[in-house]
């Protein structure tokens, strides 16, 4: 055998055992539960923690809206809408996303007229300050959804929060939207 192929061989086996002492290191040092786990790293895990409360809550008090906040509007011939109280609450954030903080809790009533009505994509909005910021919608408390079918002549109370900071609340918008096809009704004020 020519010395040039001994050297190849040799080389080769050298080469393989080097390979097999890493891949041994490198497995020894991986945990196999973490399938994308670095060997020699170690990440710890946070404890769960339960979540708290950076604001503080504040009783729901009754506002006293002025305006068209308090005057009832009808949409189409199909139904009555009116905003039957507005109250202060401090808001719960529940689902990522949303943000603790001041805010108002609107309840709107809608009273079918002559026809069935489907309250299902009903969307209110919130705007204040001059400059008609829209507020955050938040779940909570008390939040009520508009949903599922309203019969000729009942009424359904669909109650919504939205962050609305203290001092921004001299110029408030409600907006209510049936279903799209409607044009929206909007309630303007003060709330105080």
Known sequence: MK???QISIIVGIV?????????????????PSEPNAQPG????????TEPTASV?????RKLEPSGSLVDPQTLGTDARVQITSIESVTSEAKIPGEVSGPAIRVTIEVTARDEDMDLGLTVVNVYYGKDLTPAITASGPGAKDFE??????DSYKGVQVFNVPRDQRDK?????????????????????
């Open 172 to 192: 408030v918008t409600v907006e209510f939207i049936l279903d799209g096809s409607e044009k929206p009704l909007r309630f303007q004020g003060s709330v105080s």
């Open 56 to 60: 503080e809550t504040e009783a729901p």
């Open 15 to 31: 080469l393989a055992f080097v390979f097999a002492i890493v891949l041994a290191l490198y497995l020894k040092d991986k945990d």
């Open 3 to 5: 010395r040039s192929a």
């Open 148 to 153: 599922g079918s309203l019969k000729a002549g």
């Open 41 to 48: 790293l170690t990440a710890a895990t946070p404890e769960p």
